[in-house]
């Protein structure tokens, strides 16, 4: 099946500074990305949708200068969580569409960030 | 704003037995509903995925059902099995694109 990574899996960072996570789609081509914010003991909540050569769409409440998404390619989707706070440490998870109609999508196994 | 609901929070049962997961949405107007499983600390699994025009959907030991025009879904799991163990999660669609989840059931079979 299709599979969809995220890089890194684990990152701990100081406050103040910003990470980077990218999430890549390996065998298939995703038009459209979503990423996923998951606190401790909270379900899954959808962040933003990430369209390739265009701007993301953010949910509401979702400071869209702080959570930066760039879909460059086809395969490539990366999320900078600008001057990163305690409060932004949480589970990171993308997933992927297959651009050619497949209604499955497909989830990456997530980032988790600490920021300290 | 769709909002999705499971019932139990959580739930623990000893091996062999079958059980069902319970999930609720307010706006029927969906596209797609799907089941996935969560082990601590890791991403998603999807477990099975069900067209806003079928009723249920079928694979190995479970069987998901969906009534859309009561806002409804269950998934029912036969003979469980300690491996079962996990967070279930249930997602809407709207459009087949973006989810919005459930608040899961985390699950104990135990030996």
């Known amino acids: 099946g299709a599979v969809v990574s995220q890089h890194p899996s684990w990152v701990i960072c100081k406050s103040g500074t910003s990470v980077k996570i990218e999430c890549r789609s390996l065998?298939?081509?995703?038009?459209?990305m979503f990423w996923y914010r998951q606190f401790p003991k909270q379900s899954l909540m959808l962040m933003a949708t990430?369209?390739?050569?265009?701007?993301?769409?953010?949910e509401q409440g979702v400071e869209k200068d702080k959570f930066l998404i760039n879909h460059a390619s086809l395969t490539l989707s990366t999320l900078t969580v600008t001057s990163a706070h305690p409060e932004d440490s949480s589970f990171y998870i993308c997933?992927?569409?297959?651009?050619?109609?497949?209604?499955?999508?497909?989830f990456g196994p997530g980032t988790r960030l600490l920021v300290l | 704003k769709q909002e999705v609901t499971q019932i139990p929070a959580a739930l623990s049962v000893p091996e062999g037995e079958n059980l069902v997961l319970n999930c609720s949405f307010t706006?029927?107007?969906?596209?797609?509903l799907q089941w996935f499983r969560q082990d601590p600390g890791k991403g998603l699994t999807s477990l099975l995925l069900?067209?806003?025009?079928?009723r249920e959907q079928t694979s190995g030991r479970l069987n998901a059902s969906l009534d859309k025009s009561s806002g409804r879904s269950t998934l029912y799991i036969a003979a469980s099995q300690p491996g079962d163990s996990a967070t279930y999660l249930c997602?809407?669609?709207?459009?087949?694109?973006?989810?919005?989840f459930g608040t899961g059931t985390s699950l104990t079979v135990i030996p």
């Open positions: 997933s992927a569409r297959d651009g050619t109609g497949e209604e499955t999508q497909y």
């Open positions: 065998d298939f081509q995703a038009t459209t």
């Open positions: 990430s369209n390739e050569g265009s701007k993301a769409t953010y």
């Open positions: 706006d029927s107007a969906i596209y797609n």
């Open positions: 069900i067209q806003s025009s079928q």
């Open positions: 997602a809407v669609s709207p459009t087949g694109n973006q989810f919005y």
